[in-house]
């Protein structure tokens, strides 16, 4: 069974810094795509940052410069490194993975976290 295991989420201060982590857990054949969105209250779930097929990232422009997206393809981990956080950052930070079970899928399977809290306030 796939699952996305995410930590790191927590309470910091405007200025702060917070470091996000996702491993994919279970047998798969490869990660096509992964990355974080986040859903603030009262909002639509936006895309924050992501590892696309290929290895280009993308960054919703009010992270840039602030966050950055990395990983570690042997421990199929991503991680987000939350600089100078800013209250509007606050909101429930999602880690998702669209992944290929089986060599010779054409099917791309696509699995969300249980959700990280991330709370920027003095």
């Known amino acids: 069974q796939v699952q996305l295991v995410e930590s790191g989420g927590g309470l910091v201060q405007p200025g702060g810094s917070l470091r996000l982590s996702c491993t994919v857990s279970?047998?798969?054949?490869?990660?096509?795509?992964m990355g974080w969105y986040r859903q603030a209250p009262g909002k639509e779930r936006e895309l924050v940052a992501k590892?696309?097929?290929?290895?280009?990232?993308n960054y919703v422009d009010s992270v840039k410069g602030r966050f950055t997206i990395s990983r570690d393809n042997a421990k199929n981990t991503v991680y987000l490194q939350m600089n100078s956080l800013k209250p509007e950052d606050t909101a429930v930070y999602y880690c998702?993975?669209?992944?290929?079970?089986?060599?010779?899928?054409?099917?791309?399977?696509?699995?969300w976290g249980q959700g990280t809290q991330v709370t920027v306030s003095s």
């Open positions: 590892f696309r097929r290929g290895g280009t990232t």
């Open positions: 279970g047998s798969i054949f490869s990660i096509n795509a």
């Open positions: 998702n993975a669209a992944v290929y079970l089986y060599r010779g899928d054409s099917y791309e399977y696509d699995y």
